[in-house]
């Protein structure tokens, strides 16, 4: 063969080859093989607990494709601890208290920009006291603590709501918010040292509601109106840009846990006990799995009757225009509020 023909036929062949590299999908971007969840204690992490335990995680996975996906659970206690933790890199996904999830999203805004992934339900915030002398939120005084989760959890933001409304001063309760996990409160609580009130959720209201020696003062309910999101996952923007298959799944999982939850109380219970190591009863916590107390799904309520009141108090600087500024889009279309 001639040398021009030569040269000819191989600029054709690499013309071929170069049309048919482009002509060829992009390879899949790989995504993580492992996730770390943060949650704290307490029923209204139940989903992500079922989604563990029911193999919703890997089922989700597989469906997506992504068949050696290990997620990973691991517990904090309070919201500042999730928030350092998600911050830090030390977990991927956090389970934020809703005021800690706003102060996040608003913080981080230009570098990690935090957001919600999918909240996890709506639950009632009891405040409850040992004194027998205290029947309303004035009766509590200078030398008395009530126990939350953070100074920056929905309690603490619930009762800030309860002071302006008592007292028309938010700041008024503020010297008696003491921080302390929710075991160490209830058990504080009945042993009548320490503090003088908590505010508790499930199944935490189950153990407390059992003495004679302790009473309720006032709920969530009484003083907004309705329940709202206690608790959503949160993650940096980043995380989810880089693994949106993966944050898919996780949602996924999530409302496989929520309808199992719907169906199947009675092992969801005993998902819940062995988790957290509980020495409630069993029927306690089917009772307040299927009671009404606890509304989970990942669509956030409430959401921007507590975003307008902490922008009110300073703890934000400007409230979001809707919940959907406050999460990622991959569950936009879902109605909240």
Request: charged content about 20%.
């Amino acid at each position: 063969m001639p040398k021009t023909r030569q040269i000819s036929a191989l600029c054709g062949a690499l013309l071929a080859a170069c049309a048919l590299l482009a002509a060829a999908p992009a390879p899949v971007r790989a995504e993580v093989n492992e996730v770390r969840i943060g949650i704290q204690y307490g029923l209204i992490y139940l989903p992500v607990v079922v989604a563990d335990a029911q193999g919703f995680f890997a089922i989700e996975a597989k469906k997506a494709g992504l068949p050696d996906l290990k997620v990973t659970v691991q517990r904090f206690s309070g919201s500042p601890a999730i928030t350092d933790a998600v911050l830090s890199g030390n977990i991927d996904v956090g389970a934020f208290g809703t005021p800690g999830l706003l102060i996040a999203w608003e913080k981080t805004k230009g570098h990690q920009n935090v957001a919600g992934l999918a909240a996890l339900g709506a639950n009632s915030f009891v405040l409850m006291t040992n004194k027998p002398d205290i029947k309303t939120l004035a009766d509590f005084g200078d030398n008395d603590q009530i126990a939350v989760p953070a100074t920056t959890s929905p309690q603490a933001v619930v009762m800030r709501m309860a002071a302006e409304q008592t007292f028309g001063d938010y700041r008024r309760l503020d010297k008696l918010l003491v921080a302390m996990p929710h075991p160490d409160a209830t058990a504080a609580l009945l042993s009548g040292r320490i503090i003088s009130g908590y505010v508790a959720t499930a199944p935490f209201i189950s153990v407390l509601k059992k003495s004679d020696k302790i009473h309720t003062v006032t709920t969530s309910k009484d003083i907004l109106g309705e329940e709202m999101t206690g608790v959503a996952l949160g993650a940096p923007k980043s995380f989810v840009d880089a693994n949106p298959m993966v944050a898919r799944v996780l949602i996924a999982a999530v409302e496989d846990g929520i309808t199992y939850l719907a169906h199947e109380p009675l092992p969801a219970a005993d998902a819940y006990l062995k988790a957290e190591a509980s020495r409630l009863p069993r029927d306690d916590v089917i009772g307040m799995l299927t009671d009404g107390s606890i509304v989970f799904s990942v669509a956030p309520t409430g959401l921007m009757k507590l975003a307008a009141f902490m922008a009110k108090t300073g703890e934000l600087k400007t409230a979001p225009a809707s919940w959907q500024d406050v999460f990622f889009p991959l569950i936009g279309s879902l109605k909240g509020s």
